[in-house]
């Protein structure tokens, strides 16, 4: 289960909503091993698409170089679609490398009657996807 905080879940949607119609995308920080997600890290979408997204693999190094000297790693990393169900696609699964990562995805798109958005969150390991529970608390 992740559980994350009202505000974080808060940035979250409002960074897709905002880089709506391309895919917004960013990473959650927390101290290592802890699984709290904490210090909120907007990326920049490289790819400026509304059906792909992609870290500057510069923007990506910093930053793990900057959790590194932290004591942190990526507790969360998040991405938009703007067209589809938040659902990871073929994608999506392949270019998962963080076990430890919950990845949240946030649909800007009205799919299925299911809203304005979707927010949902998946363990993805070794190819496969498990969608998990979010609780979302005002603290920890």
């Known amino acids: 289960m992740l559980t994350i905080t009202q505000e ?7 960074h897709a909503r905002e880089d709506h119609p391309d895919e917004a995308c960013g990473v959650i920080a927390g101290p290592v091993g ?3 997600p904490e210090r909120f890290i907007p990326m ?3 790819a400026r698409s509304p059906t ?28 938009s679609h703007t067209g589809t169900e ?3 696609s073929r994608t999506d699964i ?6 430890g990562a919950h990845y949240v ?6 799919t299925e009657d299911a809203g304005p958005f979707q927010f949902r969150s998946y363990r993805i390991v070794d190819g496969e996807v ?10 920890y």
Do not use: Q
């Open 130 to 139: 498990t969608e998990e529970e979010v609780a979302v608390v005002e603290a």
């Open 86 to 88: 938040a659902y990871p």
């Open 34 to 36: 802890s699984g709290r």
């Open 105 to 110: 995805l946030v649909s800007t798109a009205d």
């Open 44 to 46: 920049l979408n490289a």
């Open 94 to 99: 392949n270019l998962a490398s963080e076990p």
């Open 52 to 79: 792909f997204y992609e870290f500057d693999s510069g923007d990506l190094l910093k930053l793990y170089r900057e959790m590194d000297d932290r004591d942190e790693e990526p507790v969360i990393i998040y991405h």
């Open 8 to 14: 974080l879940w808060d940035r979250i949607v409002a």
